[in-house]
């Protein structure tokens, strides 16, 4: 919060490299709201950021208003609000894609969309988004091993919702497989459910 009150005072001052990612720190500070469980603080925060932001006739300010609507579909999600989400993250999606968005960025908001439509029961939906999630990973080069991992994670779980177990299976075998390329083998609690995930599909099998 000192940090943001300092670009205040630095973005009077014309030209002040100081003020560059003023947005982008105001955008931390809901994060670290919704971090600390103080959940309505951050909504209030990122709708008013968001506001702001729409308004911000700079092009740059665009990348931080996909990243404050996808805050938005998040905490809308965790209140059960799931149509409420959907819209945030359709919008934050559509945001980032104005913006000629990097790959892998664009995918952490597929990723998320998926979870949204899955738990609006929208599981057609769900696939086609997971797809194009794990494409965008799947076309970069960076070390991104986790975020792909969850990627592949829930189109396993929207193919298993469709009754589509092999595809379910082969999805999830993918995801166990990057869970433990990031974490160098060491078992951890996500890379159990990873494998109770595969267990469930093999049963269904």
Known sequence: KIAVLIDQFNLLIPGNAFAYHANSRKVLVGSLYSVLEQKAKAKKHFANLAKVLKADKDPSAMKDLSNCLMFLSELSHGEGNYKEARSFAE???????????????????????????????????????????????????????????????????????????REALDCSRRSLKLKLA????????????????????LLFL
């Open 91 to 165: 919008q934050s999606l559509e945001t980032l894609k104005k913006t000629a968005p990097d790959k892998p960025s664009e995918g952490a908001m597929l990723t998320d969309l998926c979870a949204t439509y899955m738990k609006q029961g929208l599981i057609d939906e769900a696939i086609s988004i997971g797809r194009s999630a794990v494409e965008c990973f799947d076309m970069t080069d960076n070390a991104l091993d986790q975020l792909q991992a969850i990627a592949y994670n829930n189109l396993s779980l929207a193919h298993c919702e469709a009754g589509e177990y």
């Open 182 to 201: 990031a974490i160098a083998n060491k078992p951890n609690l996500s890379v159990a459910i990873a494998h109770v995930n595969i267990a469930d599909h």
